[in-house]
């Protein structure tokens, strides 16, 4: 009986701390939500402080290639889409002075580093100091390093170390497992190169597997010591021959040269506003990305926007905790809104994806077709990932653009089935098929290895996919075939091999991106443009009134009145009410900042 009341009354412990978490969480949510319709509601850009502005940026929190939809974006960093919009804007907004950074300390992706080492380049070369700060760079990857190597001053924490020498890869092979417990791989991969399989079926690296992971692993290192070298003004064998003996201390880091200066985070952001001259303030990069810009010209050209993120499916793209998917439904139909907006004259296709099904990957090839036929200029940008059915999806685009860090290629397919019958049989489990129809309504049963029949009908089948994904490439890089399937077989490329392959037009971040889509658009570099997104992605307005169920009028009307309780005159009635309730006794100072 005392184990029946303890275990009651532990229950009902457990459901009260989850209903209170639960509250806790959904009045974060709805907080978060307030402010972003607030700010929303309010005026599209905020006044710039009396004195310089140091925008401060803050590196080590991951962060997406493009804003997610979700409704929950609030809390998220900004993306890389984002990050280059603002610190462009920032290059020629005179209200900046410099730009202060926290560096990453372990790694992100190599075309996020990439990007953001040249965005701090242009920033310098307009006069506006980099200053970055890393307490310590930890991990053993470059790619950190990559990052903020552009920085007119790299300071380093003396405590820390610098160990960012190379790059690694550790991949998880389940095919020894598999062959232990009784499951059997059954996969039809398209060709060698196709390495998604081998984590299936094999125990370890094939030799087509090393041989292409080294290929692009060393082809980033390349890459990434090559810009920090030009950015450091080293010559490109010393750099790498210091980089690759390491690890080191932060004082030989700094002796070597490595490093420009050591010191805390407090120095390093002293230091950053000293540059920026008396009186300069901090501004965090997502303020001034949302608040402080102006908004575009209403009547200039409109550039659309078409942002393709996540594992490719059918249906509609979706966005929560932690899962993006591409639909094909989504960016079809953002294509063809965008193909038919007289207005636009120029689309961006931005694509961070590893790829995904391949009807919905055709799905988008067809709808970047159709806009290419109604006139307006495709261009393809990719981020850190442009692969498989990303890169089916970029194909046809007028013109294709990538990092040289951008992994990319994958042109391929892999599928199958694991047969679970003997391990079920160990455990004194049977799975047992029936079926009516077609030997083939068993094709994908994993109670049963494929018959003879079903084996050479999936691989038929997957022939058929790999032969319209090479033609498909040929068609839209204007190549002949023979080349392509020479090229394809699924092997991953940087974006730099993939230039010197033909299967990518030009190196460079999303700023490239919109360069090329003016040029193909007949605009000048100074002829004001609006980037739109489509589809238009939920501001917190929206995303509180399809949460909840709160209308646009309520939370302008909660905007207003909050504008409304933060004039002096509503602040002084307040502190005077507060007087009157407590006898009009009060200890405290004035309220009043001087200004």
Not at 171 to 191: A, K, N, S, Y
């Amino acid at each position: 009986m005392k184990q029946f009341w303890l275990t009651f009354f532990g229950s009902i412990a457990g459901v009260l701390a989850g209903a209170l978490i639960c509250v806790v969480f959904l009045l974060f949510l709805i907080g978060g939500l307030i402010s972003a319709a607030i700010s929303d509601a309010g005026d599209a850009a905020l006044p710039a402080p009396s004195g310089a502005m140091v925008l401060e940026l803050d590196l080590r929190t991951p962060r997406l290639d493009q804003a997610s939809a979700s409704p929950f974006a609030f809390a998220e960093p900004l993306s890389i889409v984002e990050l280059s919009r603002a610190l462009e804007r920032a290059r020629t907004d005179s209200r900046i002075s410099a730009v202060f950074v926290r560096a990453n300390t372990l790694s992100l992706p190599a075309a996020q580093a990439e990007e953001i080492n040249a965005l701090f380049a242009a920033l310098s070369e307009a006069g506006k100091p980099v200053i970055a700060h890393a307490q310590g760079f930890e991990g053993g990857s470059i790619l950190p390093y990559l990052a903020v190597g552009a920085a007119d001053e790299i300071w380093m924490q003396d405590s820390a170390s610098f160990t960012a020498v190379g790059l690694s890869v550790e991949t998880l092979f389940l095919g020894g497992l598999f062959e232990q417990i009784g499951v059997e791989p059954q996969m039809v991969q398209l060709h060698e190169y196709k390495n998604a399989a081998d984590t299936l079926t094999q125990a370890g690296y094939t030799d087509a597997h090393r041989e292409a992971t080294l290929s692009w692993l060393g082809s980033i290192q390349d890459s990434a010591l090559a810009d920090i070298a030009r950015a450091r003004d080293v010559a490109p064998d010393t750099l790498r021959a210091i980089v690759e003996a390491g690890p080191y201390s932060a004082e030989a880091a700094l002796e070597l040269g490595l490093i420009d200066r050591l010191g805390h985070v407090a120095a390093a952001r002293d230091s950053a506003l000293d540059r920026a001259g008396p009186n300069a303030r901090l501004i965090d990069i997502s303020v001034y990305a949302r608040q402080m810009t102006p908004p575009p010209a209403p009547h200039a050209p409109v550039i659309a926007l078409i942002e393709a993120q996540g594992e490719i499916v059918t249906g509609p793209s979706e966005a929560g905790f932690g899962a993006v998917t591409l639909g094909g439904d989504t960016l079809a139909d953002a294509l063809d809104a965008a193909a038919r907006d007289a207005s636009v004259a120029a689309i961006i296709l931005r694509i961070d994806s590893p790829g995904g099904s391949a009807i919905a990957s055709d799905q988008i090839w067809d709808a970047v077709m159709r806009a290419r036929q109604q006139g307006k200029p495709v261009i393809a940008s990719m981020g850190a990932t442009a692969a498989s059915g990303g890169y089916y999806i970029a194909a046809p685009a007028d013109r294709i653009i990538a990092n040289a860090t951008t992994l990319t290629g994958s042109i391929g397919m892999f599928g199958g089935k694991l047969v679970v019958e003997d391990a079920l049989g160990r455990l004194g489990l049977n799975l047992d098929p029936l079926y009516v129809g077609g030997e083939y309504a068993l094709a994908q049963s994993s109670a049963q290895p494929w018959s003879e029949s079903q084996a050479a009908d999936f691989r038929s089948l997957a022939e058929d996919v790999y032969d319209d994904f090479t033609r498909k490439v040929a068609q839209g890089r204007d190549l002949p075939l023979a080349r392509i399937q020479t090229l394809a077989r699924g092997r991953v490329w940087t974006g730099r091999q993939a230039l010197e392959l033909g299967l990518v037009d030009e190196i460079g971040g999303f700023d490239a991106a919109l360069a090329s889509a003016r040029d193909l658009a007949g605009l000048s570099d100074s002829q004001p443009v609006r980037l739109q997104r489509y589809p238009a992605r939920p501001d917190g307005l929206a995303a509180l009134q399809a949460l909840f169920g709160v209308g646009v009028e309520s939370v302008e009307s909660a905007a207003a009145l909050n504008q409304l309780m933060q004039s002096p005159e509503a602040q002084a009635l307040i502190r005077a009410q507060s007087r009157m309730q407590s006898g009009g006794q009060t200890l405290s100072a004035p309220a009043e900042n001087p200004r």
